[in-house]
């Protein structure tokens, strides 16, 4: 039964013939020339068998329905529904609902942010490419990281694409939009002779046990703090859970195998980091296979909480005031750490293993992203090149080329 243009729907979820999981469904917009509502078939692919059961489609399926069902009485067709509105009341509830906690808070204060001061207001219909590319270049200019520029292109382009595919609009003027030239950030490395000043400035076994991991296992600090005495055992830990913002998510990591289901991947543990481990277990105050190995703890009675602690809080109360301390330019975080493991250990360590140790799926990150080339080789790269094409030596003698 029609209310005010809008129907109440199941929609149905189709296993195609080639293996995949189909969502069929229907949206009534309003029709510009007539006023009444005119019904628009909607169906995609969104899985397929070896990587999604059924259950998970009808979940997306539901997803899309609920913007549709529980949404405004009537849809604008025409383009005339403002940016922020388009936003706020069709595609983030959308797309929202298949966004992990994390994800959504990032999305919603870029949107925040860079985002809404700018279109918030203009209709859809009325935005344009330029104003688009303006805006990026203006966050460019801003000096805002690459990674922020990239997030709001593609928040933008991503609306408009759902509003075109939706009839809202007849094209997206964002989808031919350029990120600006962007100065690309530092990427530091911690100076080999910093470790151990590092380790001798941190109080307590708890805090070292933390450091070791973080510069050793490199694991990323959702997985540190995520892990359970359950997940030691002795030579490696099993990344089962990860942490975020001080909450444990249980079977819940970052990494899924090509069917897209859980990979609980393993990390090697140096020997030297499982003496400090085992020295923290004997000391901590619950080492039962499902309590957390580093809790947090209350400020005043320094009593264990049953939550993680924020890695933020470790960093900011713990290691950069030893790091400020010893003088060194740049703070040490988690993943400066990873980056320095990753290019200190490139002389032992094959791009592949270091690529499993990391958890990085696609071996190009581990290369092109966490590994650097410091001056030093760079040097002596160019010197073996140079002596070796014109024949004078491992050494080279300076005068001998005339």
Not at 252 to 257: D, E, L, T
Request: with cysteine.
């Amino acid at each position: 039964m029609a209310r005010g243009g809008a129907r109440y729907q199941r929609g149905r979820v189709v296993a195609t013939k080639g293996g995949g999981w189909e969502i069929h469904y229907n949206v009534y917009l309003t029709d510009p020339t007539t006023g009444k509502p005119k019904r628009h078939h909607r169906s995609r692919v969104v899985g397929y068998k070896p990587k999604m059961h059924r259950a998970e489609a009808e979940k997306i399926l539901a997803a899309e329905l609920a913007a549709i069902n529980g949404g405004p009485v009537t849809r604008a067709a025409d383009g005339t529904i403002t940016f922020g509105n388009w936003m706020r009341n069709f595609y983030v509830p959308m797309r929202g609902a298949n966004w992990q906690e994390a994800t959504r808070r990032t999305n919603l204060d870029y949107l925040t942010s860079h985002v809404y001061p700018t279109p918030e207001h203009v209709a859809l219909k009325d935005i344009t490419k330029f104003q688009v590319q303006m805006l990026l270049n203006r966050l460019a200019a801003e000096e805002y990281s690459y990674t922020v520029v990239y997030h709001v292109r593609d928040l933008i382009k991503a609306a408009l694409a759902e509003a075109v595919d939706q009839e809202v609009l007849e094209r997206n003027v964002a989808r031919k939009t350029v990120i600006p030239e962007i100065e690309e950030s530092d990427k530091p490395i911690l100076p080999v002779e910093m470790y151990a000043k590092l380790l001798a400035g941190l109080d307590g076994i708890r805090d070292r046990a933390i450091f070791l991991i973080a510069c050793f296992c490199a694991l990323r600090p959702s997985e540190l703090f995520g892990l359970t005495w359950g997940c030691y055992s002795g030579n490696v830990f099993t990344i089962v859970n990860t942490a975020w913002r001080g909450r444990l998510q249980r079977k819940k990591i970052k990494r899924k195998n090509r069917y897209g289901r859980t990979n609980y991947r393993l990390v090697a543990i140096p020997q030297a980091v499982r003496k400090s481990i085992d020295l923290w277990r004997a000391r901590c105050p619950n080492p039962d296979a499902n309590a957390l190995m580093f809790p947090g703890m209350q400020a005043r009675a320094r009593k264990p909480l049953p939550t993680p602690i924020h890695p933020d809080n470790w960093l900011r109360l713990r290691l950069y005031p030893v790091a400020d301390k010893l003088g060194i330019a740049f703070h040490p975080t988690f993943q400066v750490l990873r980056r320095s493991f990753s290019t200190h250990g490139k002389k032992e360590a094959h791009p592949t293993e270091m690529q499993a140790q990391l958890g990085h799926s696609d071996i190009r990150t581990t290369l092109d992203i966490y590994t650097q080339i410091t001056d030093p080789e760079v040097a002596r790269m160019v010197n073996q090149v140079t002596n070796r094409i014109l024949g004078l030596g491992e050494e080279g003698e300076p005068g001998s080329v005339q």
